[in-house]
């Protein structure tokens, strides 16, 4: 029986390498990475330094630094998940600027066209399906995208919003994704779902608690355990077993103000920062506030109790400030945030600081990196339908 080939990728916008991780536990073999932030860029050549990775903006990447690394007759597929912040809509003031982030799309497409891809996939929040090109523009930004995947020779695509939940995921993460292909009679499918929500209680089942403020890092497992630990920590699945590692990594508590902690214990399972504000009002809140148990603003999105049975909110690149471990007065670790991502545990988030404030939009620390990546099990789910799309159309 003849074996599949591996499909070859480039990743464009490639963050701390979640597409790559989940495409090569597919079976894919990427070649080349490109990437702005030197702190992912680290952490990705860590985790694969198979991939020959560009540290630049990519509007200056050149065909000159693409072409010596990818077959004379082209790559397999190009990602390209480009940064979100001007589609959000999640509180976020950057929505209301019209600028060229917008339309950093083309750069997929032009990577795409310098290396004769025969899919592309772009990756984004569902938020960019109602973006306008202009304050007074009638014009979406996906539309333009869509007319200008068929100038490049990419007219067969098929636009998805995908739940993160029902791939594996164990945090409800809604994405947008357009699969474009240049062969107009390929039939395009997204990757079915057919997991069941993974809960937190789940996802962080071997990982044992940290203390607060004790700047004891844990790195070995407990006993508990689940078929999603299992599964994080399995190197054969992720094709990871030059990379295996016997104990826990990035698994450090942060430090807390005592008034912080204090506020932490206040909160059930399913409140948040808000639940409070709306739970001490008058004279009881402003006791707390002169505390500064409760903050002078309310910020809504802060201080959330994961609840043990559930899968988590979106795991964003706030998510040290987000997040309260569903039993613990304190934030999630590292770590445990990976786990809500699904990266598996030989994963080590090696580049950049560990916290960093969200000033140097040049830096970005552990818990970003992690926040702002494509979860490795919702890439692996369109692995595994891409491969199928070319094994039907007898193009492996």
Known sequence: MKEMRALTHIDCFAGPGGICTGLHAAGFETLLAIEYIKSCCDTYQANHPEVHVINADIRSVSADQILPFIPSDGVDLVTSGMPCETFSTAGNTSRSFYDDRQFLFREGIRIAKISNAKMILFENVPGITSKKTAKDSDTLIVEVLKKELEDAGYGNFLPVTLD?????????????????????????????????????????AGLPNVVANSDKEETNYTSASSTYSELMRDDVFWRRSNLSKDHITNHRPMKHRMCTLERFSLLNQGESLKTLFDRYEG??????????????????????????DAPSPTV??????????????????????ARLQSFPDSYDFVG?????????????????????????????????????????????
């Open 352 to 396: 950049g600081p560990y916290i960093v404030p969200h000033i140097d939009r040049t830096v970005q620390d552990k818990y970003e990196q992690i926040g702002d990546a494509v979860p490795p099990l919702l890439a692996y789910a369109w692995g595994m339908q891409i491969y199928d799309l070319f094994k039907i159309n007898g193009s492996l």
């Open 164 to 204: 993160a939940t029902m791939f594996g995921v164990p945090q409800r993460r809604s994405r947008f994704f357009i699969l474009a292909c240049r062969y107009p009679k390929w039939w395009l499918q997204a990757p079915a779902s057919s997991q069941r929500p993974v809960s937190v209680k789940d996802a962080l």
């Open 283 to 308: 004279k009881e809140r402003e006791i707390l506030q002169a505390k500064r148990v409760l903050p002078k603003k309310l910020f809504i999105k802060r201080n959330y109790r994961l609840k043990e």
């Open 316 to 337: 964003t690149s706030h998510c040290l400030d987000e997040f309260v471990h569903p039993l613990y007065d304190r934030a999630l670790t590292v770590r445990e945030c």
